[in-house]
């Protein structure tokens, strides 16, 4: 009986153990910013040596082509560029982007960039995905923050709709 008993706790701590770790180590990464290609999407050097294009989660930020495009780039990169991020986040876009909250220390650099106005709260079907990057957005607007200082600044997903052929 005994003998039954440590097993099953062995097999038990083992199944609990590969559960945590598989949790863990999902999409969460940290590395060094070796790139940032506009003010929502880095390219990420791990300790490994692998790179990982993030999209930051829950904002969106003006195409490089759209007025205030080079400002939010800009911006993002005074923030995390060649610096030592964490990423959180699992899951991936079309592009095979992670979609992750960066942070430096204990700060949310997807936040940040919303505060300093260089950002919308992204929005699905017309609602915001993250209510509080929704206050912090209607926080910068009130402001005037950044690209709210004019209003008449069109919102990313209106642009690309627009540009579209362009690009064709």
Same mark, same amino acid.
């Given at each position: 009986m005994n003998c039954l008993c440590s097993a099953r706790n062995t097999r038990f701590r083992t199944f609990i153990i590969l559960i945590l770790v598989t949790f863990c180590s999902q999409a969460?990464? +940290? &590395?060094?910013?070796?790139?940032? #290609?506009?003010?929502?999407? /880095?390219?990420? #050097?791990?300790? @490994? &040596?692998?790179r990982s294009r993030v999209r930051l989660a829950g /904002?969106? +930020?003006p195409e490089k082509k759209q007025p205030f495009g080079q400002r939010s780039r800009q911006s993002l990169s005074e923030l995390v560029s060649q610096k030592h991020v964490s990423i959180t986040g =699992?899951?991936?876009d $079309?592009?095979?982007? !992670? !979609? &992750?909250t960066v942070w430096s220390g204990q700060t949310d650099i997807n936040a940040v960039q919303l505060q300093k &106005?260089? +950002? %919308?709260?992204y929005r699905f079907k017309g609602q915001v995905s993250n209510s509080e990057?929704?206050? /912090?957005?209607n926080e910068a607007k009130k402001s005037r923050a950044? #690209? *709210?200082? @004019?209003? @008449?600044?069109? =919102?990313? *997903? #209106? %642009? $690309?709709?627009d540009h579209q052929k362009d690009d064709k």
């Open positions: 969460d990464i +940290a &590395g060094r910013v070796v790139r940032v #290609l506009d003010g929502d999407t /880095i390219e990420v #050097l791990h300790d @490994s &040596g692998t /904002i969106d +930020a =699992e899951e991936y $079309r592009y095979g982007r !992670l !979609l &992750g &106005g260089m +950002a %919308w709260a990057y929704g206050k /912090i957005e950044g #690209l *709210w200082f @004019s209003p @008449s600044q069109t =919102e990313p *997903w #209106l %642009w $690309r709709r």
